[in-house]
């Protein structure tokens, strides 16, 4: 099998798992960033993996951009958020983003990190807002993302395990 990992990393949690993969796979890692059709072009296998952003899966765009060009591929996806997994959540961040072409590619999820020291003072200013808004409502009410927001607080937490690489590799080891 010859593959491509592709991501997109904002601060480290999702590269992490990329060179994990690549470890296991003994496919090469790309940035989005620097990726290009030649580094797809030969491959048979591409995985992207980004972190998510405001609902939004970080690197998705080279995929969009390079659909046609991936016909025929085996594709997945995963995401990597700081919440911990639930079905729900996931569910909308899948339909929200897996649209059109994109529908029926394989995706997974991912628990990242959380380092407020290492945000850009955007998104430092944005997740204080949002945990002050959300320490606000009832406790009884709280999404599992709102409770692992208020529970880390300032704290840097790393949440990342190889074990959430299972299901990619098992997906990757059918057919």
Known sequence: MNGIILYKS???ATKK?????SEETGFRCVDTDKANQHDIAGCDTVILGGGIYASGIAGLAFLKKNIDQLSGKKLIVFC???SPYNEAAFHEIVEHNMKDKLKNI???YCRGAWDIDSMSL???TLCKMLRKSVA???PSELEPWMTA???AGDEK???TDKAYLKPILDTLRKE
């Open 136 to 138: 606000k409502k009832d």
């Open 17 to 21: 798992y990329a060179d994990w993969l």
């Open 149 to 151: 927001l208020i529970s």
């Open 122 to 124: 955007m998104d430092k």
């Open 80 to 82: 990597v958020g700081a």
């Open 106 to 108: 394989p995706v997974f």
């Open 157 to 159: 937490c790393d949440w």
């Open 10 to 12: 904002k601060y480290g």
